[in-house]
T-cell receptor, first 113, second 113 residues
């Protein structure tokens, strides 16, 4: 069975600082990996996804993530945090297109001015 | 519409009543998913439709929960004899089989008193 672990339910950074949100997955087959963001009282929005090919994936709003098979990780980063990045972030894994996504528990990002 | 539409956005009901939640997916999306988001629980998969069929309904928590999809479009999630533990935000998502990206609605917030 697939599973996702997000380390840290809350992360706090200063505006302009590096954002690092950690995600580890377990999957018996090559996974497809996703990061979603949820702003207050809104649905989830896709930030980026990894399916095949280049392991460094760039997404919207300056975020990127790197798939590291040896570490079973897909950490999300952004060089410089903005106040508008404050939200909850979810990592998710699926085996193949059309299958359900299995989500991590989420990480709430707080950005301090 | 342009996005996934869910109704009602908020529902308050008394314990023991039945509720119906509606999801109108993006036109042309063949796959439809229901998730439940409870405080501190992350996103819990409920059921997946491909067309009008539900090949995976493993996440429905009890036989009080059911869902259907008609015409390959609108889906209804029904909860019978609601309990307080059913209080949550119910999220619907749709996707094109080929892309794997799920597009989420803003959810239906259910409160059972």
């Amino acid at each position: 069975a697939q599973s996702v672990t997000q380390l840290g339910s809350h992360v706090s950074v200063s505006e302009g600082a590096l954002v690092l949100l950690r995600c580890n997955y377990s999957s018996s087959v090559p996974p497809y990996l996703f990061w979603y963001v949820q702003y207050p009282n809104q649905g989830l929005q896709l930030l980026l996804k990894y399916t095949t090919g280049a392991t460094l994936v760039k997404g919207i709003n300056g975020f990127e993530a790197e798939f590291k098979k040896s570490e079973t990780s897909f950490h999300l980063t952004k060089p410089s945090a903005h106040m508008s990045d404050a939200a909850e972030y979810f990592c998710a894994v699926s085996r193949e297109y059309g299958n359900k996504l299995v989500f991590g528990a989420g990480t709430i990002l707080r950005v301090k001015s | 519409g342009a996005g996934v539409s869910q109704s009602p956005s908020n529902k308050v009901t008394e314990k023991g009543k039945d509720v119906e939640l509606r999801c109108d997916p993006i036109s042309g999306h063949t796959a439809l998913y229901w998730y439940r988001q409870s405080l501190g629980q992350g996103l819990e998969f409920l059921i997946y439709f491909q067309g009008n069929s539900a090949p995976d309904k493993s996440g429905l928590p009890s036989d009080r929960f059911s869902a259907e999809r008609t015409g390959g479009s609108v889906s209804t999630l029904t909860i019978q004899r609601t309990q307080q533990e059913d209080s949550a935000v119910y999220l619907c998502a749709s996707s094109l089989q080929a892309t794997g990206e799920l597009f989420f609605g803003e959810g239906s917030r259910l409160t059972v008193l």
